[in-house]
C-alpha cells in the first residue's frame, strides 16, 4: 500500500508540476495573450489530474487516507464541479482570464501538497516543506474560493442564454429544472465549505506547529 500511495502522489506531483510549469512560461513568453487558451493548452491533464483526486475519497474510506472525510470531499466535490460542469461545458468561459487565475492558485498549492504527503509516505521529513503545505493554503484558499464564487457569477449568463442543463421534463406531472438557480444554490453553500474545510487545516496547521515546538524544545 505504501508504494501505491507513494506512486499516486508521485503522479499527481508530476501532473501538476507541468501544468503549472506550463502556465509560468506561457504567462512570461505570451503574457496576457496566454490567458485566452489556457483551458485548451492544459485543460486535459487538468482534468485527469482533478479526476484522479476522486481516489483520495476512496484511500480515506479503505482507512489508508489519514485525512477526514467531509474536508476532503468538499475540496475534491467544488474543483469537479466547477471544472466540469461550469468550465468544460461552455466553451465561452475557457478564455476567460479568471479561468487562468483559477488554475494557477489550484496548481500552487498542489505541487506542494503532493510532494509534502509523498515523503510523509516515505517517512522523510523536509521541515520548510511540510511548514509550507500547513501555510501556503492560508492565502491560496480563500482566494481560491473567491476565484471559483467568480466564475460561477461569470458563467451564469451563458447558462441562462444556452439553457444548458436546464430541462422541462414531463411526468406524471411537470417537471421544470432550472439550472442558473441550482449554480445559485451551489453559490451560498461555497462559503459555508470553505469555513469548515479552513477550520479543519488550521486545526492541523496547530497540531503541526504544537508537535514541530515541542520537538525543537527537546533539542
Known sequence: MKNYLSFYYLLQFCGNSWIFTNMTARLLF?????????FYTIGMVMQACQLLSVLELLHILLGIGQQPFMPKLFQVTERLVILFVVITSQEEMQ??????FLFFLWNLWDVIRYPSHLLSVLGTDYPALTWLNHTLWIPVYP???LAEV????????????FGTF????????????????????????????????CSHLFSERRLY?????GKMKMK
Open 143 to 145: 482566494l481560491s474560493l
Open 95 to 100: 478564455s476567460k482570464c479568471i479561468v487562468c
Open 30 to 38: 505570451f503574457g496576457k495573450d496566454s490567458f485566452a487558451d489556457t
Open 150 to 161: 467568480y466564475t460561477v457569477y461569470e458563467s451564469l449568463p451563458y447558462f441562462e442564454s
Open 166 to 197: 436546464s430541462y422541462n421534463m414531463v411526468l406524471p406531472f411537470a417537471v421544470s429544472i432550472y439550472f442558473p438557480y441550482i449554480l445559485k444554490a451551489y453559490l451560498t453553500l461555497l462559503p459555508a465549505g470553505m469555513l469548515y474545510t
Open 209 to 213: 506547529l504544537k508537535v514541530r515546538n
